[in-house]
């Protein structure tokens, strides 16, 4: 079984969410690719993104 990492959106992000959900799920992808590169967003739960390590281990 994979256990999701937690990434904490930033403000900036989530703000976002309640203007327009598409541009929302754009920018959440955006930042997790930028700043997690060797993660991949599984889904968003309240201001986490949820994601796997596509490396395969722990840092």
């Known amino acids: 079984m994979i256990t999701p990492y937690k990434v904490l959106l930033p403000e900036r992000v989530l703000e976002l969410r309640d203007e327009d959900s598409n541009a929302f799920m754009d ?8 700043r997690y590169p060797h993660y991949e967003l599984l889904s968003i739960e309240g201001s986490f ?11």
């Open 27 to 34: 920018e959440v992808k955006r930042y997790v690719s930028v």
């Open 49 to 59: 993104a949820l994601c796997q390590n596509i490396r395969g281990g722990h840092l």
